[in-house]
Nanobody, 130 residues
């Protein structure tokens, strides 16, 4: 089981980036996928989550209206479109899948996401700076 996050980089405030999370080694369309981020000195934070059917994606309040999560099960990939980026969005972004097929998006914003989400990829750095 492997998840590979990519697409990060350096962008100016107000700019956009599109992250990708490519999965392999499992039935991708049977698992919820979530995006998380972590910056130095801060706890890992759930950013967005999409279930197998891609219905009703979930977003952290801090990114609502700016980020969009989507999935393409034919390509085994989940995307995170990030618009109107702000310096506060600077972090390493990780994707992870639900540890079991029945895990949805209920727990992605909780205090201990490791309990419900796993197969963390290596992360991709997003830096928003002028």
């Amino acid at each position: 089981v492997q998840l590979q996050a990519s697409g990060g980089g350096l962008v100016q405030p107000g700019g956009s980036l599109r992250l990708s999370c490519a999965g392999s080694g499992f039935s991708f369309d049977e698992y919820t996928i979530a995006w998380f981020r972590q910056s130095p000195g801060k706890e890992r934070e759930g950013v967005a989550c999409v279930t197998t059917t891609a219905g009703a994606p979930r977003y952290a309040d801090s990114v609502k209206g700016r980020f969009t999560i989507s999935r393409d099960n034919d390509r085994n990939t989940v995307f995170l479109q990030m618009d109107v980026l702000q310096p506060g969005d600077t972090a390493v972004y990780y994707c992870a899948r639900g540890r079991r097929r029945e895990i949805g998006c209920t727990y992605y914003s909780g205090a201990n996401p490791n309990r419900y989400y796993g197969s963390w990829g290596q992360g991709t750095q997003v830096t928003v700076s002028s």
